[in-house]
T-cell receptor, first 112, second 113 residues
Framework: GDSVTQMEGPVTLSEEAFLTINCTYTATGYPSLFWYVQYPGEGLQLLLKATKADDKGSNKGFEATYRKETTSFHLEKGSVQVSDSAVYFCALPNQAGTALIFGKGTTLSVSS | NAGVTQTPKFQVLKTGQSMTLQCAQDMNHEYMSWYRQDPGMGLRLIHYSVGAGITDQGEVPNGYNVSRSTTEDFPLRLLSAAPSQTSVYFC????????????FGEGSRLTVL
């Protein structure tokens, strides 16, 4: 079945470092892909999305490119801030379109 | 803008007790869902609804009931709580057909002793 695999965390970085969080997926066809972020004590919120192959989603300095050749949707940011400390989830819709399938989440901790 | 509102935020139950987690949204979304979040497991879908009067099971529905009598509300009922139901529960909604663009509540942390 469809699935999402994220790199294990936690990821610990210093402020202004470059961030990559890997995400690969298994799916039938070319579904939309999503990154969600969960700040401490809060619910998840949509960070960015891509709806078709080669699309690049971007928001708040984060980017991810939908690569069908490698079935990947890696999240990147050129210069992280302390305020980016959160848990990041990669996700895709199930085949019926009735739910999201989430990765297990990657915890990012940024220190000043 | 309230968005998705969940109550209570925290709850402690004893094994065998029942309770209802409330979820309300004010965005007129057709789609609503309940997830549970456990360490190392990500989020797993419990139940979902695509409109009033329509509900269906997700990945982990056992021990939970839902109903959808109005567009706004989607309560989750635990019939006889078990320690395995200790978790953080999230309600989420979206407009159809964009079920990937979910709006989440702040979560309800449930502990079953």
């Amino acid at each position: 079945g469809d699935s999402v695999t994220q790199m294990e965390g936690p990821v610990t970085l210093s402020e202004e470092a470059f961030l990559t969080i890997n995400c690969t997926y298994t799916a039938t066809g070319y579904p939309s892909l999503f990154w969600y972020v969960q700040y401490p004590g809060e619910g998840l919120q949509l960070l960015l999305k891509a709806t078709k192959a080669d699309d690049k989603g971007s928001n708040k300095g984060f980017e991810a490119t939908y690569r069908k050749e490698t079935t990947s949707f890696h999240l990147e940011k050129g210069s992280v801030q302390v305020s980016d400390s959160a848990v990041y989830f990669c996700a895709l819709p199930n085949q019926a379109g009735t739910a999201l399938i989430f990765g297990k989440g990657t915890t990012l901790s940024v220190s000043s | 803008n309230a968005g998705v509102t969940q109550t209570p935020k925290f709850q402690v139950l004893k094994t065998g007790q029942s309770m209802t987690l409330q979820c309300a949204q004010d965005m007129n979304h057709e789609y609503m869902s309940w997830y549970r979040q456990d360490p190392g497991m990500g989020l797993r879908l419990i139940h979902y609804s695509v409109g009033a009067g329509i509900t269906d099971q997700g990945e982990v529905p056992n021990g939970y009931n839902v109903s959808r009598s109005t567009t706004e509300d989607f309560p989750l009922r635990l019939l006889s709580a078990a320690p395995s139901q200790t978790s953080v529960y999230f309600c989420a909604s979206s407009s159809l057909p964009n079920t990937g663009e979910l709006f989440f509540g702040e979560g309800s942390r449930l502990t079953v002793l």
